[in-house]
């Protein structure tokens, strides 16, 4: 008994392939590289869904070294060569590297907005200011050896110009005019304001000549006299020195001054007879001082 056969057509759908890019042909050698990541990649570096270019871009990969890749780039009949040798070790890496420079070979405009401009502006340097804390000592600024303190603060403006105010005072014990029997304490109480220039050797030290004026008293106490008094007189002077700043896990500070008195009135003891011994104020004198600089 024969059956009628029946015959069924259908559409026969042919098993469909992973899309490829017609403007890109890799071959990978021993490399990393693959299509679908290099186009996904150039894609992202033009801020595109998807990459649309008259270029034809062949990636080849050596034979026998996996970091070497050949870049064959056509355009409208001409045709450019690249090598990355090498290109970086990691997958990730090599496939952002090859792709950035397809994607600057093909649209060169967009280099602008990948890569960062030479002349952006730099940022507003921010204002450095700090109060200061030293302890001190000079020779010569009063009739001996004198030791105290300075505190202020400073302000840079600009990396290499800056401003500074200090309170400082100074102290000599036991003083003596030849001559004479007793002794006398010298104490120097003074402000200055100075002008700074210098810069940053290293990102932990800076390095400054500070010059400008100071004004004070100068006081002095005598003992053993026949008569002791404690006058007061005014004081002036012109300050200009060395400043280093090094942060070593505290904010050092030390200053080499070297001070000019411009006013100094000398230190007198009336003897008898009408006959006055005094210790005359040095013209120059060295300050030095040594503390911190703690930032606002």
């Excluded at 006398?184 to 500070?210: E, H, I, N, Q, Y």
Aim: aromatic share 6%.
């Amino acid at each position: 008994m024969h059956l009628p056969a029946r015959a069924e057509t259908g559409a026969l759908t042919a098993p469909s392939e992973p899309p490829t890019a017609r403007w890109l042909e890799v071959e990978p050698g021993l490399s990393c590289l693959e299509a679908a990541r290099l186009e996904a990649s150039v894609a992202m570096w033009l801020s595109k869904p998807h990459v649309a270019t008259d270029a034809r871009v062949l990636v080849r990969g050596d034979a026998r070294r996996a970091r070497l890749v050949e870049l064959v780039i056509t355009r409208s009949g001409s045709t450019s060569t690249r090598v990355f040798d090498p290109v970086p070790a990691g997958c990730d890496e090599a496939h952002a590297a090859v792709s950035l420079v397809i994607a600057l070979a093909i649209e060169p405009h967009v280099a602008a907005s990948i890569l960062p401009s030479e002349h952006e502006p730099e940022p507003d340097q921010a204002l450095d200011v700090a109060l200061t804390v030293q302890v001190a000592g000079a020779t010569a600024l009063l009739p001996s050896w004198s030791l105290g303190f300075a505190a202020g603060a400073d302000a840079w403006f600009l990396p290499w110009l800056g401003l500074r105010t200090e309170l400082f005072m100074q102290h000599a014990r036991n003083n003596t005019v030849s001559g004479t029997s007793g002794t006398f304490d010298a104490t120097l109480l003074a402000g200055d304001v100075r002008g700074c220039a210098g810069g940053k050797p290293g990102s932990r030290m800076r390095v400054a000549l500070c010059t400008g004026v100071a004004l004070g008293a100068l006081h002095g106490r005598g003992h053993d006299y026949e008569r002791s008094y404690s006058p007061t007189g005014f004081w002036a002077g012109i300050m200009s020195g060395l400043r280093i700043e090094l942060d070593a896990g505290l904010p050092w500070l030390l200053d080499v001054t070297a001070v000019l008195p411009l006013r100094a009135q000398p230190f007198t003891v009336a003897r008898a007879g009408d006959s006055d011994a005094s210790a005359q104020p040095s013209g120059a004198a060295l300050l030095l001082g040594l503390g911190v600089r703690v930032p606002l």
